[in-house]
């Protein structure tokens, strides 16, 4: 079975150089931590021109607070309220960043089951797929 950045490279025909993978067997600046991710999408929205497609796809677990929607990252702490706002990455910051991305086609893929962390200690499944997807839209830059 081929691995992810291997399925980009040989089916998806995408560059080795372009692919970005950050699992938590990486170390430094691909660690998936908040500030790591954060900071590899500002990088690549310098690097990405129109003629791109950019593909951010997060596979892991998110949560869901007051309304809000968080990404947990490695280092995410979703313990307490304040511990979750302070460490994870808020689903609003990535679209804003995605914002950023000059891309001709940007694509955002989130596979993350969810907890609603004010529920209980440990949260409950949350069944607020419409307010999680609600977090992300689509943006057509028509003409670049």
């Known amino acids: 079975m081929l691995k992810p950045r291997e399925t980009l490279v040989t089916t998806g025909g995408y560059r080795p150089d372009n692919v970005r993978l950050m699992t ?19 990088e690549l929205a310098t690097e990405v021109g129109a003629q791109d497609t950019f593909l951010f796809f997060f596979s892991g677990h998110g949560a869901s607070l007051f309304g809000d929607y968080y990404l ?12 979750l706002g302070q460490t994870a990455l808020p689903l609003t910051s990535v679209s804003a ?5 000059r ?7 989130v596979d993350a089951c969810r907890n609603d962390v004010g529920a209980a200690k440990g949260g ?15 943006v057509s830059r028509a003409g670049g």
């Open 97 to 101: 960043l995605l914002r950023g991305v």
């Open 124 to 138: 409950q499944p949350t069944l607020d797929t419409e307010g999680f997807a609600k977090a992300v839209r689509v």
């Open 72 to 83: 947990l990252t490695a280092d995410a702490d979703a313990a307490t309220r304040e511990t």
């Open 24 to 42: 938590a067997q990486d170390k430094g600046d691909l660690y998936p931590t908040s500030a790591n991710v954060q900071s590899k999408l500002t």
């Open 103 to 109: 891309a001709g086609t940007n694509l955002f893929i």
